[in-house]
T-cell receptor
Framework: SAVISQKPSRDICQRGTSLTIQCQVD?????MFWYRQQPGQSLTLIAT?????????ESGFVIDKFPISRPNLTFSTLTVSNMSPEDSSIYLC??????????FGQGTRLTVV | GDSVTQMEGPVTLSEEAFLTINCTYT??????LFWYVQYPGEGLQLLLK?????DKGSNKGFEATYRKETTSFHLEKGSVQVSDSAVYFC????????????FGSGTRLLVRP
């Protein structure tokens, strides 16, 4: 299994500012995934982050809005830039281990006011 | 594209009642199928999974069988408890997508004493 730590667990931010969310895994993983869960809705994949290369973004998400870093095999960050109230969501980091199962962090609950 | 459809909630049951949450999927090839659970205020946890047709995943009294002919993966439990109150997500992962997950909309279950 994998233990995934996300920071911060929650934050309230002013519109127009940016927030960087950190994800730390207790083992080395090739791919890390970032998801968004808007209030009362399901999870949507934002991007896939490989170590040493640029992240791959899903349709509807762009690097300027959600820049991602992946400096090593156990760590990644997601930045939510120029925030608006529509960005209020839970953001979750996920990793896949052994090709059989995905593990999730506890999530970061973001409220933009 | 690939998708997952779940029955809408909320589902309200009395303790010890039988639970079924329907899930059907659309995908090319042979995806892996998952049920995740999100307890109030917590992150996602894998409940059970099945990786090929006719596999049955089971955990904590919950079961789901991978039915290729009906493209379904319904979640069942014979006797629910108050502690089962949570949101349940059906998800699929295509083998050629490095386990990027596609989630259903989620079904909220409320079990009353």
């Amino acid at each position: 299994s994998a233990v995934i730590s996300q920071k911060p667990s929650r934050d309230i931010c002013q519109r127009g500012t940016s927030l960087t969310i950190q994800c730390q895994v207790d083992s080395q993983v090739t791919m890390m995934f970032w998801y968004r869960q808007q209030p009362g809705q399901s999870l949507t994949l934002i991007a896939t982050a490989n170590q040493g290369s640029e992240a791959t973004y899903e349709s509807g998400f762009v690097i300027d809005k959600f820049p991602i870093s992946r400096p090593n095999l156990t760590f990644s960050t997601l930045t939510v830039s120029n925030m608006s109230p529509e960005d209020s969501s839970i953001y979750l980091c996920s990793v896949e281990l052994g090709g059989t199962e995905a593990f999730f962090g506890q999530g970061t609950r973001l409220t933009v006011v | 594209g690939d998708s997952v459809t779940q029955m809408e909630g909320p589902v309200t049951l009395s303790e010890e009642a039988f639970l079924t949450i329907n899930c059907t999927y659309t995908a090319t090839g042979y995806p892996s199928l998952f049920w995740y659970v999100q307890y109030p205020g917590e992150g996602l946890q894998l409940l059970l999974k099945a990786t090929k047709a006719d596999d049955k995943g089971s955990n904590k009294g919950f079961e789901a069988t991978y039915r290729k002919e009906t493209t379904s993966f319904h979640l069942e439990k014979g006797s629910v408890q108050v502690s089962d109150s949570a949101v349940y997500f059906c998800a699929l992962a295509r083998r050629d997508s490095s386990y990027k997950l596609i989630f259903g909309s989620g079904t909220r279950l409320l079990v009353r004493p």
